[in-house]
């Protein structure tokens, strides 16, 4: 088990030179942050192009509006179900290995969405998706703090990173929407993952951080069951929390995380991750900034381009337009987000974007009710600067918050909160706006209010999680 204590945690990358595989070509760095960025801009891509094309495939699929959910929500299932496993094999046997075997997968699986016959066999293609996504994910930021082993360069590079995450966020819809069948949008963005594999294939060097001993084979299986079953019990909660179900799939969650907590203290001898990082106030702000993004920004924003084609008629290629202001705006403030490192801690930027978000949120209520989309640019400016802020400072955070040589371990940590809260927060945002008696504009108030409470949480959360002396 690693062993570290704060000063381990605000140690220079220089020290992560073991961490590099000794038969590695020497590292590429603008290579690594190119085809790590583009594989991430794709994945996101991937993530979010049912938000447009949602009514299309319903109708397609014959999927019953109680059961919607579940086409979105299978690839964040497979995320936060592997994001933790993928980190901790990516350090421990190859990060270059894992990121290509996810960018394959993930073309692969993403063209397979394609063919998808019923809402179920849809759904396992996407779990799929989130399984390759979460391989791509946790293994880049690895890739990156190996290749960019300065202070100043893992600054530059982890902003550009997280530039692409609301990038891919941006493109996404745009691309689904853009292709009148949504069939052959995953065709396309299958096509495109697997160009990124190709290039990739000779242009990364190969990293690690061997530990020794055999994989964590026990915990990988209690944790991905755990969240397995957490995550389709958040999903199913939306028709009735209260059923049997329900409540046996949460009480089975419970129970395999307990197991889970057991298999690294007392069973492992490489354990996927420390549990003693939950001390740390850092690593705690870390993984408390991703359940919330998840949570509040994913879980509105996944579903309002559906709700605007159903609420005021809009066209798909029309939401996706407007979808690109807030995605757009975020993607900018990621990018140019990175200028205020050393005058900002990451923390900070992490409550800012929180708390714009929530009054993003509370400034389009009753522009659903209003019948006028405009009445949302304010709300959608103001959002996607907080989105933007967020998206810089997560995944500086994921990596300062362990150990060097555990950069994609503290990366999957981070994104397996951040995946789970967005499960959580699509299911309560269709809940909220299916389940209220005014109708959808009444319901959208709601679930707008509700994400800005809790986005302003989140900023009290990592607010108050400071660091020790």
Avoid at 4 to 10: C, D, I, S, V, W
Avoid at 263 to 277: C, F, N, Q, S, W
Avoid at 327 to 332: E, K, L, P, Q, R
Avoid at 449 to 463: E, R, T
């Amino acid at each position: 088990m690693v062993r570290f204590n704060e000063r381990t945690l605000t140690a220079r990358p220089t020290a992560a030179r073991p961490d590099t595989h000794p038969s590695a070509p020497p590292h590429h760095p603008r290579a690594t942050l190119a085809l790590t960025s583009a594989a991430t801009g794709v994945a996101l891509m991937t993530y979010t192009a049912p938000a447009v094309s949602l009514p299309d495939t319903a109708a397609a699929l014959h999927t019953p509006l109680s059961a919607q959910a579940w086409l979105l929500n299978g690839t964040p299932l497979g995320l936060a179900a592997l994001l933790l496993v993928a980190g901790s094999l990516a350090d421990d046997y190859g990060r270059r290995r894992v990121f290509l075997a996810g960018t394959l997968a993930l073309g692969l699986t993403t063209a397979l969405s394609g063919l998808a016959t019923s809402t179920w066999v849809f759904t396992l293609t996407r779990v799929a998706q989130g399984a390759a996504s979460a391989a791509i994910l946790a293994s880049s930021l690895g890739l990156l703090v190996t290749a960019f082993p300065s202070p100043r360069g893992r600054l530059h590079a982890t902003g550009v990173w997280g530039a692409f995450v609301s990038g891919g966020i941006a493109v996404g819809p745009l691309v689904s929407g853009a292709i009148p069948d949504w069939r052959l949008a995953y065709v396309v963005l299958g096509a495109a993952a697997l160009a990124v594999a190709g290039l990739a294939l000779g242009r990364l060097s190969e990293s690690r951080a061997p530990r020794g001993g055999r994989p964590d084979v026990l915990g990988a299986l209690t944790f991905g069951s755990a969240l397995v079953a957490l995550v389709a019990a958040l999903t199913l909660g939306r028709d009735g929390w209260l059923r049997a179900p329900v409540g046996l799939l949460l009480a089975a969650a419970v129970v395999l995380l307990g197991l889970f907590a057991l298999v690294e203290t007392r069973v492992a001898k490489t354990p996927m991750i420390d549990l003693g990082l939950l001390r740390h106030p850092r690593f705690l702000a870390s993984s408390a900034g991703g359940l919330f993004t998840g949570l509040t920004v994913i879980g509105l924003f996944s579903f309002l381009p559906a709700l605007l084609q159903q609420a005021l008629g809009m066209s798909a290629m029309d939401t996706a337009w407007l979808f690109l202001l807030w995605s757009g705006v975020s993607f900018t403030v990621a990018l140019q987000a990175k200028r205020l490192a050393g005058r900002v801690a990451p923390r900070r930027q992490l409550a800012a974007g929180f708390l714009l978000h929530a009054v993003g949120a509370l400034t389009m209520l009753g522009a659903i009710g209003s019948g006028s989309w405009t009445r949302l640019l304010p709300g959608l400016v103001l959002g996607g600067v907080g989105s933007g802020l967020l998206n810089a400072a997560l995944p500086l955070l994921a990596v300062e918050s362990v150990p060097v040589a555990r950069a994609a371990m503290g990366s999957g940590a981070q994104q397996t909160f951040r995946y789970i809260g967005s499960c959580a927060g699509v299911a309560l945002t269709i809940a909220l706006v299916t389940s209220s008696g005014g109708g959808l504009a009444r319901g959208a108030d709601v679930a707008m209010v509700v994400s800005a409470g809790l986005a302003a949480l989140g900023a009290v959360a990592v607010g108050v999680l400071r660091e020790r002396g």
